[in-house]
């Protein structure tokens, strides 16, 4: 994660400064009084930020006559003015030129990192901490992209983060890929106190912040997270994400109503993410809010229509409501979602609703249907069994129950359902007239 202070522009200008010094180690070449000339007066535009009129300077001389400073500063003139492609021309003739020059190799990374060359980036920075191991900027700068862009293996990236490390103990982006490092190592304490000091040293550096809260999340240290969390919060109060995780968080410990509002700011902010309109759902759905609840399932699925539990959520929120109809025909929808597979839990509950409001021809298909799906599962025949007796026909549900009860454990387990079974059988038998 890139921070602010640290970014590839930020520290553009940082390094032309500092690198200064570098470029003009080859005072021979510039003895020629016309070209020393154009330099100066080039560089000096440049400096007062006269970009067009410095590359106008500097072309007074032929390309192939251009010392290495002049190409580097016609190439961060180029870049100025956001022409990257005459601008990596110039920036890599000047390292052609002058290869141990450690300045024109930082600000050539920058701009190919700049322009997604991050393999070519990378390369020169790691051509630079060859040259110089106590240039503490191209060790940064390698070590994010390497971990922006997943590039080298972990032991590489953290050899790196060590290395900034030696060089400056209190750096907080190296403290915090360190950190992350050591819990890849399954050295978590380790981690906590890199993640921790991170935070020391800057304390609006949100990636350590929220990574804190993320570790200790993994940890099962809820007050730890709460606490971490709710500092992240201040630093991006406005971030969809870590509000719907707090939300989450609180949902988790059955603090509903603490939830909600959280959950509700992430939906409103980010409102094309299905899965924060469903946890708003289902926070609304455990308050007692099912109206609300309906709501909020519903503009889940409008964005995920292809989700079958955002439709099975919405069926249980219609039967809560007494909505019958509407709560049959999600399951119907989540069932075509859904297709066959592992759909019979699917079928046991449409069959359950339809019974409901005695359409039990309905419901009898849904039953067999879940049998027939998973036929090791005989509850669907069971809660047949019993849609039969409330249908009136007692022929019909006595030879399911009998069918129920030859696939029920002979065993203690089933002693009571068993006994409630032979029960019903017993006034099934009885003359109708009784």
Known sequence: MM??????????????????????????????????????????????????????????????????????????????????????????????RDSINISYRYNLGLLLAREGS????????????ELDSSFFPAFEQLGQLCELWQKESVEYRDSVWSKVLNLRPADYIA???????????????????????AVEQDSLFYAAVYELGVRNLARKNIEETFKWYQRALCLRPTNAKLLAEIGTLYEKTSKHRIALPYLLTATAIDTANATYAEQTGLAYY????????????????????????????????YTQMDSTRLAARALRDAIRVFGLGDGANLYLRLGNLLEGTKEYAQSRIAYERALEIDPTDQEPRFRLALMYVQKGDHEAAK?????????????????????????????????KQQ
């Open 399 to 431: 030879k399911e129950f009998h069918r129920y009860l030859q696939t029920l454990p002979n065993d203690s387990t089933m002693a009571s359902k068993r006994h409630y079974i032979q029960n019903l059988l017993r006034y099934l038998d009885m003359p």
């Open 286 to 317: 455990y308050v007692g809010r099912f109206d609300s609840s309906s709501i909020y399932l519903t503009k889940a699925i409008k964005l995920d229509k292809d989700n079958w539990t955002y439709l099975l959520n919405l069926a249980l929120a």
């Open 3 to 96: 921070h602010r202070s640290v970014s590839l522009l930020s520290v553009l200008f940082f390094l032309e400064f500092q690198g200064s010094a570098y470029s003009f180690r080859l005072t021979d070449s510039l003895s020629v009084p016309a070209r020393d000339s154009v330099i100066k007066a080039g560089v000096l535009l440049y400096s007062e930020a006269k970009y067009e009129r410095a590359i106008a300077t500097f072309s007074a001389v032929p390309p192939e006559s251009l010392t290495a400073p002049a190409c580097f500063y016609c190439g961060l003139s180029y870049e100025a003015l956001n022409d990257l492609q005459n601008a990596q021309r110039y920036l890599s003739t000047s390292v052609q």
């Open 175 to 197: 403290l915090y890929y360190h950190g992350v490092a050591m819990f890849r190592k399954n050295r978590p304490d380790s981690g906590i106190v890199c993640l921790t000091r």
């Open 118 to 129: 991050i393999d070519g980036a990378i390369t020169e920075y790691k051509r630079i901490v």
